[in-house]
């Protein structure tokens, strides 16, 4: 359908415009907010004990959610497309979940299996490991949330590349290991990474999962994201709030950078 010249240009107007009331003009309020006290104020807010705390919190749980993610992800994308067995269908409904359920319903799901009634809230009384309002409890929250990313990046691949190869190292001699780690690692190495990615930026400002399971306790179980939300509805601490938001929106905005870069790599290697 060719469309006339007027109707292009308003299309383009309505678009632009929607971009800009949702996406652009937000923006530009954050960081006006964030920086109408100069530069050094703005510092000030993000190196408190708190912050930095906060930061600290959410680098380990990124550093604790992507290698199991990596190795989990990497093992049901090999079953899903390679394996034929019983129940493959549901593996597949599991690792779409995430998407289909509330983060919050996820928190109140650990909170039932977790927390000190639930099915496993013994855990804590017998082996001293907290897992509801601490380190574990928020790890397996953003682990949950960031299941399907791996997955999804490198079934695809699996397909398009199939298993000629694997076969043909097989037939001359190599084992599993072998196979994977010079076969088929190789050929999902860009898949991988766009999924690694995606599982830091997804862990990166998760809030609705964690904020169920977290005391969200200032220097002890906040993340930068709870700390967004604690300085703006608790402390009404509406600069410190919105410095934070700055800064997760630079580490966010670094992820983005990375992802277009890859991709770019991605597509002039293939």
């Known amino acids: 359908m060719k469309l006339s010249a007027p109707t292009r240009i308003s299309l383009r107007v309505v678009a632009l415009a929607y971009l800009f009331v ?10 006006w907010r964030s920086f109408e006290h100069g530069i050094g104020a703005f510092f000030g807010s993000i ?9 600290d919190l959410s680098l380990l749980i990124i550093a604790i959610v992507v290698p199991l993610n990596v190795v989990f992800g990497v093992i049901t994308a090999i079953a899903l ?12 409904g599991v690792v779409d979940l995430p998407f ?3 983060p919050v319903v996820v928190g109140v799901s650990l909170i039932m299996l977790w927390g000190v009634n639930g099915w496993f809230g013994g855990i804590q009384q017998h082996f001293g490991i907290k897992v509801i309002f601490g380190l574990t409890g928020m790890v397996l929250a953003t682990i949950f949330v960031t299941l399907p990313f791996v997955v999804s990046e490198v079934v ?15 037939t001359l001699g190599a084992n599993w290991w072998q196979t994977f780690w010079r076969i088929t690692l190789p050929a999902i190495r860009w898949g991988l990474t766009y999924g690694i990615v995606l599982t830091v930026a997804r862990s990166l400002g998760e809030f609705g999962a964690v904020t169920m399971v977290s005391s969200a306790l200032p220097g002890i179980s906040q993340t930068l994201t709870l700390l967004v939300h604690g300085r703006y509805i608790n402390d009404h601490n509406t600069f410190g709030a919105y410095c934070a938001a700055t800064l997760l929106m630079a580490l966010a905005l670094v992820t983005l ?14």
């Open 156 to 170: 695809p691949v699996l397909h398009e590349i199939g298993d000629d190869q694997e076969q043909a190292a097989a």
């Open 100 to 102: 289909a359920v509330s």
């Open 47 to 55: 190196t408190t004990p708190a912050a930095i705390s906060a930061i």
């Open 257 to 270: 950078i990375l992802m277009t870069l890859l991709e770019r790599r991605r597509g002039k290697a293939e």
């Open 81 to 92: 497309v390679r394996g034929n067995f019983p129940g493959r269908s549901l593996l597949q």
């Open 22 to 31: 949702l996406l652009v003009a937000p923006l530009i309020i954050i960081l």
